[in-house]
């Protein structure tokens, strides 16, 4: 009888105190395609789907290349913590009327625990600032990469290039880690922020290389315990 009691025990330990293995999604099992021209969108929301529900810690994984992702929201909660590791370009569409004025490009909501690891977001930008230029009527454009309602988020060596509009939000979060980031935009495009932190608390940004048009740092009503430390900022209007 002692046998298998002992057998029991050991199962027990194993699955309370050794690691889970970690489940990989890759977006082009999906459907997603690594060609810069097919839009993934739908392709991706389909991976995240099935990192969210995972029975243990996922990553969605985008391997190298370009993709094209029209515009796409990766919602919470999910069942555990998920890292989206980013070998490849995450591209936006060429034509700006695409995102228009919706105002977000790639946003999480109501998630924890999530990890953006590497990779490039190139928010293509270029035409919608000419038309600013010119002082058109023009949508006011999208930001890159928006963090909203969540906690406990790390945005770990993204380089995040030529967005329409600011290139990172943090809006309405609690413990947020940015680390390493490199953020590029010419030094006349306009409205093309940095990071923006907003009625978020427990923000840290460090060892970030930000040149933009606009702020390299924007700091929102609502933010406290904000952190910031060994940020190079130039082209921009420095923090504030």
Known sequence: MAKPITLLLLKLFLLCFLPRSNAVYDVLNFGAKADGKTDSAQPFLRAWTAACHSSSPATLYVPAGSFLLSQASFDGPCKNAIKFSIDGTIAAPSNYEKLGSSEKWIEFKDVEGVTISGGKLDGRGADLWTCKHDGRSCPSGATSL?????????????????????????????????????????????????IHVQMSTGVSIVQAIIKTGDDCVSIGPGTSNLWIERVFCGPGHGIR
Do not use: W
């Open 146 to 194: 928006t963090f909203s309602n969540s906690k406990n988020i790390v945005i770990d060596g993204l380089m995040s290039i030529n967005s329409e509009l600011y290139h990172i939000v943090i809006l309405g979060c609690q413990g947020v880690r940015i680390r390493g980031v490199n953020i590029e935009a010419p030094g006349n495009s306009p409205n093309t922020d940095g």
